[in-house]
């Protein structure tokens, strides 16, 4: 049974990796990027999360390496801590509470006991570099409370400081200016760049810097796309620079390479550009990158880059220029049309991606599976252009088909509408495009869905439009002299008093269509496409309507925009209750009689748990966000809870995510977060499905059973006893170190063939006689005299009976007799 603990909304992943830079470890072996409360450690061969590093309290807004331990990592965060971690162990060594917001972290070789950090502490808008003593202690939690000022009136984001020529230095930009403070003179020199509205002046806002390792060199990003190499800084008026030109918008970030031989910047043309000896001649181009770079990292050994993207993905690398790996987060899209949909096939969740696609990511190890290009056009990124935008989709027949709607519009006369239904091919594991249509509808399409029945023979779609009409799309054979082939076509067009149609959906049993027209909800038979009865309330448009499931298959549920909440029950064709609640989330679970509806207050958001057939929720849980909820959807359990509580059983079956409207994807759940996002490298467990093979032996979880049986002689006789694997390193060691960090397969080849040899301890019940003979002989062998001796008296005494007897003992009388042959009886001469 689940211990019935306090229902919890968590953060189930999602979140942003592009926030902050990234951070390589010293070895280049891992990578470290923030993402919300967490801190995530990815394996920069294999692109798998090995550790995620919990405890902030809030938004994490800066890692770096400890320079003097390049096995632990500082963090900061909006909780006003600085946290010391290892990363290998996945362990928090230190918590130091500074006690004011931290916007961003700096660390320094030279500053053993000294971390550098960005804070607001007087006013909002007003941000100061803070150089923080970090009190060195034996215990865990510790109060850094002595800082010193470095500089003020600064720019927030860490792009715009950079420390540089090994800390003699610090440059910091903000608007037009370039502030740079010497650490040794105690001395601060600004530079102002023209802010005059010509053209030729309009756009010289800094945008970011990045200082030379071993040279006083500071370069600066514009607005403008240039890039300005200062010199001779150190005196105000004797100063120069020289000028980069390539990036036509601005320039996003910079990043010298470890020995300073090269810089690296990059923008929204998706393109990282290469600037060796930092010359406007020679440079290198990594192009196609597929979306804005945001933030570019060099690791500390030199061999490799990263690069930071607006549809929040980290692309690692090589210093050739070649990308080795991806690791791509969830696509934060600018507005999520689709809704949240779970593809029946690989319970993944599908929603908006980047432009054009729809992005399927898998909730159990927060990573995107693959983007499907619905649009299959090249993006042109430019402001201003009116994009094809993918507003609707759908699945259907268990995943077998899947249906989307595009859309673009530059004038209200000008609509191009265009409807795709895609089928799941086996052979290549994706969607492949079958039926175009174009324009189905005459205006926008508000709603489109499947009938699901399991008894449903032909699949059927429903598509409606704010132009009055609702349309069935059935599948057809498409068939002609060169192939076999099915297709879609409109089998019915329906409509009701040149209402706009707004909503759609199908009865469990898809023997009901019901449709909403503005204020009024009609209900169809699917069979005949008749019209059987209405239901109005005239309390406002529709916003959602859905039927009951399971048990509360007879009802049908409405949320109107005037904030009430209506239950019709289809048998007697009359309103069974109604609510006063502005619905803006209404999802059915496809498990159970429940449905999950969000309602948005002054407040936050508020869910409330009910079965239509009973008005009284089942369970309510107030402010479950402080911002508005936009989307939600249940997703059905691979192992069912065991809540015994009347308030949590409605997450027996199913999980409920929801997303918000800074696009945050959270849950519920009873567990802890630490206990919630495990990470997968920890849950390697064997299944009990394996095949009888030495591998089985190795990973099966009868091992217990087998020691549990070692007192049962007869069944080690039968059985080959196969030596067990906790106790020997190069299993162990296989089994529980890492695929990117253990040793070659030849040097653990050796020691893993071995392993699997038999001991003499543990030999079969066929070779143990065999066994019983050598040492017989052995122990006959060192008592020979004895045996001469006893023959001989036996000779005297009867030499024909003592052949029979000797030919007539077992080999048990043999060996107690050899064991009283042994015996000293010297003590009978005695007598």
């Given at each position: 049974?689940?211990?019935?603990?306090?229902?919890?909304?968590?953060?189930?992943?999602?979140?942003?990796?592009?926030?902050?830079?990234?951070?390589?470890?010293?070895?280049?072996?891992?990578?470290?990027?923030?993402?919300?409360?967490?801190?995530?450690?990815?394996?920069?061969?294999?692109?798998?999360?090995?550790?995620?590093?919990?405890?902030?309290?809030?938004?994490?807004?800066?890692?770096?390496?400890?320079?003097?331990?390049?096995?632990?990592?500082?963090?900061?965060?909006?909780?006003?801590?600085?946290?010391?971690?290892?990363?290998?162990?996945?362990?928090?060594?230190?918590?130091?509470?500074?006690?004011?917001?931290?916007?961003?972290?700096?660390?320094?070789?030279?500053?053993?006991?000294?971390?550098?950090?960005?804070?607001?502490?007087?006013?909002?808008?007003?941000?100061?570099?803070?150089?923080?003593?970090?009190?060195?202690?034996?215990?865990?939690?510790?109060?850094?409370?002595?800082?010193?000022?470095?500089?003020?009136?600064?720019?927030?984001?860490?792009?715009?400081?950079?420390?540089?020529?090994?800390?003699?230095?610090?440059?910091?930009?903000?608007?037009?200016?370039?502030s740079v403070y010497f650490f040794k003179k105690k001395t601060t020199s600004r530079f102002t760049l023209s802010s005059s509205k010509s053209k030729k002046h309009a756009k010289n806002n800094f945008t970011c810097v990045a200082c030379h390792p071993k040279e006083d060199c500071i370069a600066t990003g514009h607005q403008d796309g240039k890039i300005r190499l200062w010199r001779n800084f150190d005196d105000e008026k004797k100063y120069t620079y020289t000028c980069l030109h390539w990036h036509h918008d601005l320039v996003m970030d910079l990043a010298f390479s470890v020995t300073g031989s090269s810089l690296l910047s990059g923008g929204r043309e998706s393109v990282l550009v290469e600037w060796r000896e930092a010359t406007e001649k020679n440079k290198e181009f990594l192009p196609r990158l597929g979306a804005t770079i945001?933030?570019?990292?060099?690791?500390?050994?030199?061999?490799?880059?990263?690069?930071?993207?607006?549809?929040?993905?980290?692309?690692?690398?090589?210093?050739?220029?070649?990308?080795?790996?991806?690791?791509?987060?969830?696509?934060?899209?600018?507005?999520?049309?689709?809704?949240?949909?779970?593809?029946?096939?690989?319970?993944?969740?599908?929603?908006?991606?980047?432009?054009?696609?729809?992005?399927?990511?898998?909730?159990?190890?927060?990573?995107?599976?693959?983007?499907?290009?619905?649009?299959?056009?090249?993006?042109?990124?430019?402001?201003?252009?009116?994009?094809?935008?993918?507003?609707?989709?759908?699945?259907?027949?268990?995943?077998?088909?899947?249906?989307?709607?595009?859309?673009?519009?530059?004038?209200?006369?000008?609509?191009?509408?265009?409807?795709?239904?895609?089928?799941?091919?086996?052979?290549?594991?994706?969607?492949?495009?079958?039926?175009?249509?174009?324009?189905?509808?005459?205006?926008?399409?508000?709603?489109?869905?499947?009938?699901?029945?399991?008894?449903?023979?032909?699949?059927?779609?429903?598509?409606?439009?704010?132009?009055?009409?609702?349309?069935?799309?059935?599948?057809?054979?498409?068939?002609?002299?060169?192939?076999?082939?099915?297709?879609?076509?409109?089998?019915?067009?329906?409509?009701?008093?040149?209402?706009?149609?707004?909503?759609?959906?199908?009865?469990?049993?898809?023997?009901?269509?019901?449709?909403?027209?503005?204020?009024?909800?009609?209900?169809?038979?699917?069979?005949?496409?008749?019209?059987?009865?209405?239901?109005?309330?005239?309390?406002?448009?529709?916003?959602?309507?859905?039927?009951?499931?399971?048990?509360?298959?007879?009802?049908?549920?409405?949320?109107?925009?005037?904030?009430?909440?209506?239950?019709?029950?289809?048998?007697?064709?009359?309103?069974?209750?109604?609510?006063?609640?502005?619905?803006?989330?209404?999802?059915?679970?496809?498990?159970?009689?429940?449905?999950?509806?969000?309602?948005?207050?002054?407040?936050?958001?508020?869910?409330?748990?009910?079965?239509?057939?009973?008005?009284?929720?089942?369970?309510?849980?107030?402010?479950?966000?402080?911002?508005?909820?936009?989307?939600?959807?249940?997703?059905?359990?691979?192992?069912?809870?065991?809540?015994?509580?009347?308030?949590?059983?409605?997450?027996?079956?199913?999980?409920?995510?929801?997303?918000?409207?800074?696009?945050?994807?959270?849950?519920?759940?009873?567990?802890?977060?630490?206990?919630?996002?495990?990470?997968?490298?920890?849950?390697?467990?064997?299944?009990?499905?394996?095949?009888?093979?030495?591998?089985?032996?190795?990973?099966?979880?009868?091992?217990?059973?087998?020691?549990?049986?070692?007192?049962?002689?007869?069944?080690?006789?039968?059985?080959?006893?196969?030596?067990?694997?906790?106790?020997?390193?190069?299993?162990?060691?296989?089994?529980?170190?890492?695929?990117?960090?253990?040793?070659?397969?030849?040097?653990?080849?050796?020691?893993?063939?071995?392993?699997?040899?038999?001991?003499?301890?543990?030999?079969?019940?066929?070779?143990?006689?065999?066994?019983?003979?050598?040492?017989?002989?052995?122990?006959?062998?060192?008592?020979?005299?004895?045996?001469?001796?006893?023959?001989?008296?036996?000779?005297?005494?009867?030499?024909?009976?003592?052949?029979?007897?000797?030919?007539?003992?077992?080999?048990?009388?043999?060996?107690?007799?050899?064991?009283?042959?042994?015996?000293?009886?010297?003590?009978?001469?005695?007598?």
């Open positions: 049974m689940v211990e019935e603990e306090s229902l919890r909304v968590v953060r189930c992943g999602g979140s942003e990796l592009n926030f902050r830079r990234a951070v390589f470890s010293a070895d280049s072996k891992y990578i470290f990027c923030v993402s919300g409360d967490f801190i995530k450690v990815y394996s920069t061969a294999t692109e798998e999360c090995v550790h995620i590093l919990q405890g902030h309290r809030n938004l994490v807004t800066g890692i770096q390496l400890n320079p003097n331990n390049h096995l632990q990592l500082y963090s900061c965060s909006f909780d006003g801590t600085i946290k010391l971690w290892d990363y290998i162990d996945g362990i928090l060594i230190k918590t130091f509470t500074v006690g004011c917001k931290l916007h961003a972290l700096f660390t320094l070789a030279y500053t053993e006991d000294s971390v550098f950090v960005i804070i607001n502490k007087e006013k909002r808008d007003v941000f100061q570099l803070v150089s923080v003593k970090l009190p060195k202690s034996s215990s865990q939690e510790l109060e850094a409370k002595e800082f010193s000022i470095v500089l003020d009136y600064i720019n927030q984001s860490p792009k715009c400081i950079a420390f540089g020529n090994e800390g003699e230095y610090v440059a910091a930009v903000r608007d037009f200016y370039l945001e933030h570019i990292s060099v690791s500390p050994a030199g061999d490799l880059f990263c690069t930071s993207h607006s549809d929040n993905k980290i692309i690692i690398i090589h210093r050739n220029l070649e990308a080795s790996a991806v690791i791509q987060g969830l696509v934060k899209d600018s507005n999520i049309f689709t809704g949240l949909m779970i593809d029946p096939r690989t319970k993944a969740l599908v929603l908006n991606g980047k432009p054009g696609h729809l992005q399927f990511y898998s909730l159990q190890s927060d990573k995107q599976l693959y983007n499907l290009d619905i649009i299959q056009q090249e993006y042109i990124n430019d402001y201003g252009l009116i994009q094809i935008e993918l507003t609707k989709a759908s699945f259907g027949c268990y995943g077998n088909w899947l249906a989307t709607v595009e859309q673009r519009q530059e004038k209200e006369t000008e609509l191009e509408l265009q409807m795709k239904l895609w089928t799941y091919n086996k052979k290549t594991q994706g969607f492949v495009l079958n039926t175009k249509v174009n324009m189905p509808h005459e205006d926008h399409i508000t709603a489109l869905c499947f009938c699901n029945a399991e008894k449903s023979e032909n699949p059927t779609l429903v598509t409606a439009s704010k132009d009055g009409h609702f349309k069935v799309w059935i599948l057809t054979d498409d068939s002609d002299i060169y192939k076999k082939a099915v297709g879609w076509t409109c089998d019915f067009v329906g409509s009701y008093h040149k209402y706009q149609a707004t909503n759609c959906c199908f009865s469990e049993d898809g023997s009901l269509l019901a449709v909403s027209f503005e204020e009024v909800v009609t209900i169809w038979d699917s069979e005949t496409w008749e019209l059987k009865c209405t239901f109005c309330q005239r309390a406002g448009k529709i916003r959602h309507l859905c039927f009951g499931r399971l048990t509360c298959s007879k009802y049908l549920l409405g949320a109107t925009e005037n904030g009430i909440l209506c239950c019709w029950n289809l048998l007697s064709c009359a309103l069974e209750w109604s609510a006063k609640l502005t619905v803006r989330v209404m999802e059915p679970d496809p498990n159970s009689e429940n449905i999950a509806a969000i309602s948005q207050s002054s407040v936050g958001s508020d869910l409330f748990v009910f079965k239509p057939s009973e008005p009284r929720p089942l369970y309510i849980q107030k402010n479950i966000s402080r911002e508005e909820v936009q989307w939600g959807v249940f997703v059905p359990r691979d192992v069912p809870e065991s809540f015994t509580s009347e308030a949590y059983q409605w997450l027996n079956r199913s999980q409920f995510y929801f997303l918000t409207k800074s696009q945050s994807l959270l849950t519920f759940s009873t567990k802890s977060p630490e206990e919630k996002l495990t990470p997968t490298s920890k849950q390697l467990l064997a299944e009990e499905s394996l095949p009888t093979t030495p591998f089985y032996f190795i990973l099966g979880k009868h091992r217990q059973k087998q020691q549990d049986d070692k007192l049962n002689e007869a069944l080690e006789n039968e059985l080959v006893q196969l030596p067990l694997t906790e106790n020997i390193p190069a299993i162990s060691e296989l089994l529980h170190t890492p695929a990117h960090v253990l040793p070659s397969a030849s040097f653990l080849c050796s020691m893993f063939v071995n392993s699997l040899l038999l001991s003499k301890e543990t030999k079969s019940a066929e070779e143990a006689p065999d066994d019983v003979d050598m040492e017989e002989e052995k122990e006959s062998d060192d008592s020979d005299e004895e045996n001469n001796y006893t023959e001989k008296v036996q000779d005297t005494d009867n030499p024909d009976l003592g052949e029979d007897i000797i030919h007539q003992l077992s080999k048990s009388e043999e060996k107690k007799l050899r064991k009283f042959r042994k015996v000293d009886y010297s003590w009978i001469t005695a007598l």
